[in-house]
C-alpha cells in the first residue's frame, strides 16, 4: 500500500511564495506519475500540475510560470514551488500517485493566500 504525506502548507500574503512536499511510500514513485491536484471551497478538485516518470511536466494555464514542478526519486518525494501566490490559489492542495491504472491520494495540506 503506498501512503502520501503532504507538507508545506500555510498562510501566505499575495505575491508570496510556498513549497509543497509530498513524501511517497513503497517502491514503486519512480515508475510513477505524480500530480498536485487543488479543490477550492465549494469548486471542483483540479489537476495543477504534473510529472512523468522522465521529469516530463505539465502545468494548468493559471499556473503557468508561477508554479513548478518537481521530484527526487532518491527521496521518494515531489515538490511544488509556488512563487507570486495569488488569492485565487487559496485551495487544499493534495498529492496523486498514478500507476498503471492505480491511484493515491495525500490527505491534504491547506493553502491561503491573503490578498
Known amino acids: 500500500q503506498v501512503q502520501l504525506v503532504e507538507s508545506g502548507g500555510g498562510l501566505v500574503q499575495a505575491g508570496g511564495s510556498l513549497r509543497l512536499s509530498c513524501a511517497a511510500s513503497?517502491?514503486?514513485?519512480?515508475?510513477?506519475?505524480m500530480g498536485w491536484y487543488r479543490q477550492a471551497p465549494g469548486k471542483q478538485r483540479e489537476l495543477v500540475a504534473v510529472?512523468?516518470?522522465?521529469?516530463?511536466?505539465n502545468y494548468v494555464d493559471s499556473v503557468k510560470g508561477r508554479f513548478t514542478i518537481s521530484r527526487d526519486n532518491a527521496k521518494n518525494t515531489v515538490y511544488l514551488q509556488m512563487n507570486s501566490l495569488k488569492p485565487e490559489d487559496t485551495a487544499v492542495y493534495y498529492c496523486?500517485?498514478?500507476?498503471?491504472?492505480?491511484?493515491?491520494w495525500g490527505q491534504g495540506t491547506q493553502v491561503t493566500v491573503s490578498s
Open positions: 496523486n500517485l498514478h500507476l498503471i491504472g492505480n491511484q493515491y
Open positions: 510529472i512523468t516518470s522522465g521529469h516530463s511536466t
Open positions: 513503497g517502491s514503486i514513485f519512480r515508475l510513477s506519475v
